[in-house]
């Protein structure tokens, strides 16, 4: 099938950036380049993304922004056109994810500490937020980033409505629900999970039988793994650095992703330039080796598999590169990714999503 990939980026002089919007590529074999499809320009920093595969809605936050676009996807092309825009429910959105029926969408506000959920019509249009929730943290000791809550991603469970938000600025890990029918959440209070203090929980992702989390700490450069307990939520089991015992600069941890074939955890190092591979234990689900590899570039903000899980797909901001890295693991066996392939070269990439089409759509 056919694949398109999306590539968000960073666009203002504020930012000192070089992206134009959001740029659209036909995904080729593994090895070669990318070929250009559309660039949607006059876009304010489209810096996360994601698609809603049924609709066929790629939805955009605008970072520093308040507000989120919608793009309808054609189908046989790949090509983007937009639908609208909304109020994100807050400042400076920074991450997104769908309710399990795809009835709403929701934000995290990076700036304002919130988190927003906006009514989806039928067509995939969105309306305006419906309910904000508001995390009360209170913030870490680093001075600079820890001004207040700062939730920078949105994690659904699988199967439910349950929603997790690691809290950059606050030091913690939130879990709320949301109920789809009253468009709601449910807490006033969202119950929550503590980090430790600096750690700065940036990103996460779920063991594949759903019973730990793994997250990305990115201002200590950890990884903290959380176990859920009996009654659903979670609390602290292990904690590993992120960096070599022989790395003395400045780094922080980005993006994470896991290859469940092989129970590899995937998490990108701005300053060391680096993913840390990390081999899961089958048995424990705990951390079981450490491996690096060179980002292949600068700034590595953003990491994930692509549609196919056979690659790892890096966006290198500073570099204006997104890297490509085989995946060696058909047979489930653990072994680092191979040599990357300059997959695209385009300004502040901060994120990539994909949308795969049939052959049915191309004959249209």
Same mark, same amino acid.
């Given at each position: 099938?056919?694949?398109?990939?999306?590539?968000?980026?960073?666009?203002?002089?504020?930012?000192?950036?070089?992206?134009?919007?959001?740029?659209?590529?036909?995904?080729?074999?593994?090895?070669?380049?990318?070929?250009?499809?559309?660039?949607?320009?006059?876009?304010?920093?489209?810096? /996360?993304?994601?698609?809603?595969?049924?609709?066929?809605?790629?939805?955009?936050?605008?970072?520093?922004?308040?507000?989120?676009?919608?793009?309808?996807?054609?189908?046989?092309?790949?090509?983007?056109?937009?639908?609208?825009?909304?109020?994100?429910?807050?400042?400076?959105?920074?991450?997104?994810?769908?309710?399990?029926?795809?009835?709403?969408?929701?934000?995290?506000?990076?700036?304002?500490?919130?988190?927003?959920?906006?009514?989806?019509?039928?067509?995939?249009?969105?309306?305006?937020?419906?309910?904000?929730?508001?995390?009360?943290?209170?913030?870490?000791?680093?001075?600079?980033?820890?001004?207040? #809550?700062?939730?920078?991603?949105?994690?659904?469970?699988?199967?439910?409505?349950?929603?997790?938000?690691?809290?950059?600025?606050?030091?913690?890990?939130?879990?709320?629900?949301?109920?789809?029918?009253?468009?709601?959440?449910?807490?006033?209070?969202?119950?929550?999970?503590?980090?430790?203090?600096?750690?700065?929980?940036?990103?996460?992702?779920?063991?594949?039988?759903?019973?730990?989390?793994?997250?990305?700490?990115?201002?200590?450069?950890?990884?903290?793994? /959380?176990?859920?307990?009996?009654?659903?939520?979670?609390? #602290?089991?292990?904690?590993?650095?992120?960096?070599?015992?022989?790395?003395?600069?400045?780094?922080? =941890?980005?993006?994470?992703?896991?290859?469940?074939?092989?129970?590899?955890? /995937?998490?990108?190092?701005?300053?060391?330039?680096?993913?840390?591979?990390?081999?899961?234990?089958?048995?424990?689900?705990?951390?079981? #080796?450490?491996?690096?590899?060179?980002?292949?570039?600068?700034?590595?903000?953003?990491?994930?598999?692509?549609?196919?899980?056979?690659?790892?797909?890096?966006?290198?901001?500073?570099?204006?590169?997104?890297?490509?890295?085989?995946?060696?693991?058909?047979?489930?066996?653990?072994?680092?990714?191979?040599?990357?392939?300059?997959?695209?070269?385009?300004?502040?990439?901060?994120?990539? =999503?994909?949308?795969?089409?049939?052959?049915?759509?191309?004959?249209?």
């Amino acid at each position: 099938m056919p694949t398109f990939a999306y590539i968000g980026c960073r666009t203002t002089r504020q930012r000192a950036a070089r992206g134009q919007g959001i740029e659209v590529y036909l995904m080729a074999a593994p090895g070669e380049g990318w070929r250009p499809v559309q660039s949607v320009d006059g876009l304010e920093n489209p810096s /996360y993304l994601i698609v809603e595969p049924c609709r066929g809605v790629l939805y955009a936050v605008h970072g520093d922004g308040s507000e989120v676009s919608a793009f309808r996807i054609q189908p046989a092309s790949g090509r983007l056109a937009l639908m609208g825009r909304q109020s994100s429910g807050g400042r400076n959105p920074v991450h997104l994810c769908m309710t399990k029926d795809a009835d709403h969408l929701v934000v995290a506000n990076y700036a304002t500490g919130t988190v927003a959920a906006l009514p989806v019509d039928d067509d995939g249009a969105l309306a305006a937020p419906g309910s904000v929730l508001a995390l009360p943290g209170q913030p870490g000791p680093h001075r600079t980033e820890q001004h207040g #809550s700062h939730p920078h991603q949105v994690l659904r469970l699988p199967g439910a409505n349950r929603f997790v938000f690691p809290d950059k600025g606050a030091d913690r890990v939130w879990m709320a629900d949301f109920d789809s029918a009253t468009g709601c959440w449910q807490q006033q209070t969202p119950w929550h999970a503590a980090a430790r203090e600096g750690a700065g929980p940036r990103h996460a992702v779920l063991h594949p039988d759903g019973w730990a989390l793994y997250v990305a700490n990115e201002l200590d450069s950890t990884l903290t793994t /959380y176990a859920f307990t009996s009654e659903q939520r979670f609390s #602290s089991l292990h904690v590993i650095s992120l960096l070599p015992e022989s790395f003395t600069g400045n780094s922080r =941890a980005a993006g994470i992703a896991l290859e469940p074939r092989s129970m590899t955890l /995937y998490i990108s190092n701005r300053g060391h330039e680096s993913v840390t591979c990390i081999a899961l234990d089958r048995d424990t689900g705990l951390p079981a #080796s450490r491996h690096w590899i060179s980002a292949g570039g600068e700034t590595p903000r953003f990491i994930t598999l692509d549609a196919s899980a056979r690659q790892l797909i890096v966006a290198n901001e500073t570099s204006d590169t997104i890297q490509a890295f085989s995946l060696h693991d058909a047979d489930g066996k653990w072994q680092l990714p191979g040599l990357p392939t300059t997959a695209a070269r385009t300004g502040s990439p901060t994120c990539v =999503a994909f949308y795969q089409t049939d052959n049915r759509s191309n004959s249209q």
